[in-house]
């Protein structure tokens, strides 16, 4: 007789299992990726177009195919629901901060033509004009990719005052990054 259910005190969770069949109902994260800025880019610039790379610190990897980028706009490798998360750091040299709000936002087509705004990773609180030269902002959305072809995100940057402004960036550390997870299949 097969046993189909088992109770939780029966089994020891430090154990090792080795499972035969398929399991079900644990579906398996199948992409996970992390990008970053490599290089400080100015507000007035707008979309974060170039030194972009893929996180290559050994100890780091991408689980999948992962994420291809051109010029900024980054394609999926497969269809799915995305958990598409920034990390940016911000930068004013001392002194010089006086902008209401500097802000990275999350735009995605549909398309692959016209692009939304529909996350911002945002600073409004002046902390800049009080000699503090570095503040962090997030933002993370969901994004349903359907077809590969069409949906697609890239960031762009956006100040009341973007002169003077930065987003930070390194080849050996993440201070601004951009990280791509599918939570699973398209709904």
């Not at 995605?108 to 016209?114: L, M, Q, R």
Request: glycine fraction near 6%; avoid cysteine.
């Amino acid at each position: 007789m097969a046993i189909d259910k088992i109770q939780s005190e029966s089994i020891n969770l430090a154990d090792n299992f080795a499972f035969t069949g398929t399991v079900t109902g644990t579906p398996a994260i199948t992409e996970a990726d992390q990008w970053r800025k490599t290089a400080v880019q100015e507000f007035s610039t707008g979309d974060v177009t170039s030194n972009l790379e893929r996180v290559d610190d050994a100890n780091y990897g991408k689980i999948g195919t992962g994420m291809t980028e051109s010029s900024g706009v980054f394609t999926f490798p497969s269809t799915g629901t995305y958990m598409v998360m920034v990390n940016a750091a911000f930068y004013s040299t001392s002194g010089s901060g006086n902008s209401r709000y500097i802000i990275i936002r999350t735009q995605i087509t549909t398309n692959n033509s016209s692009y939304t705004n529909v996350a911002m990773a945002i600073d409004n609180s002046y902390n800049f004009q009080n000699n503090v030269i570095s503040q962090n902002a997030s933002s993370t959305i969901f994004f349903n990719v359907t077809d590969t072809s069409t949906h697609k995100v890239k960031f762009t940057l956006s100040a009341a005052t973007p002169t003077g402004y930065y987003l930070q960036g390194s080849t050996s550390n993440n201070e601004t990054m951009f990280t791509f997870v599918r939570m699973g299949d398209s709904t």
